[in-house]
């Protein structure tokens, strides 16, 4: 069974300051890691992929397949970063179903 | 483009009182998804359709909970009778299909509360 752990309901850094989410999971196979975020009063939306390997809105998140994690970084965190992040898990074995983390609610405080 | 429309946004009814949610994707998406949101909690997927097809309705509670989606657009969910389990903010997503499933554009959400 796929499964994924976020560690940390609450977040709270100074602006300015770095931040970093961390995500774990479990799956037999090849993983596809992604993460999504949800402003406040606004939709969830697809924030990155790790295929992608791309920065998002400062964002990076590295796939380290040994230590079955996914964290999610920014170096200097804005205030507009506040917000729920969810990580997730897809894969072929799983029938490119996403199975998500619990959350981790990012406050930036100014 | 509106993006994923669901109605209502919010319900409020009895324990035993029957509720249905309505889902409309995105124009050309040809899959779609129900995820029930627990409190504190991640979306927990309860059906993906492939067009008219239900492909994944294993996490559905068939004795309470029912889905359709006629014509593979529009999509119903509906909880019959509900109990205060229940309670909990519905979303529904659709994705172009069911290889690009990880992109998935989520609506608003209906907050359900059974009282």
């Known amino acids: 069974a796929q499964r994924v752990t976020q560690p940390e309901k609450l977040l709270s850094v100074f602006k300015g300051a770095p931040v970093e989410l961390k995500c774990n999971y479990s799956y037999s196979g090849s993983p596809e890691l992604f993460w999504y975020v949800q402003y406040s009063r606004q939709r969830l939306q697809l924030l990155l992929r790790?295929?992608s390997r791309e920065s998002i809105k400062g964002f990076t998140a590295d796939l380290n397949k040994g230590e079955t994690s996914f964290h999610l970084k920014k170096p200097f965190a804005q205030e507009e970063d506040s917000a729920m992040y969810y990580c997730a898990l897809s894969g072929r074995a799983a029938g490119n179903k996403l199975t998500f983390g619990g959350g981790t609610r990012v406050l930036v405080k100014p | 483009e509106a993006g994923v429309v669901q109605s209502p946004r919010y319900k409020i009814i009895e324990k035993k009182q029957p509720v249905a949610f309505w889902c409309n994707p995105i124009?050309?998406?040809?899959?779609l998804y129900w995820y029930r949101q627990n409190l504190g909690q991640g979306p927990e997927l309860l059906i993906r359709y492939e067009n008219e097809e239900a492909v994944d309705d294993s996490q559905l509670p068939k004795d309470r909970f029912s889905a359709e989606r006629l014509k593979g657009v529009d999509s119903t969910l509906k909880i019959q009778p509900a109990e205060l389990g229940d309670s909990a903010v519905y979303l529904c997503?659709?994705?172009?299909?069911?290889?690009?499933?990880?992109?998935?554009?989520f609506g608003p959400g209906t907050r359900l509360t059974v009282t």
């Open positions: 997503a659709s994705s172009l299909d069911l290889e690009r499933g990880h992109e998935q554009y």
């Open positions: 790790h295929i």
């Open positions: 124009s050309g998406h040809n899959t």
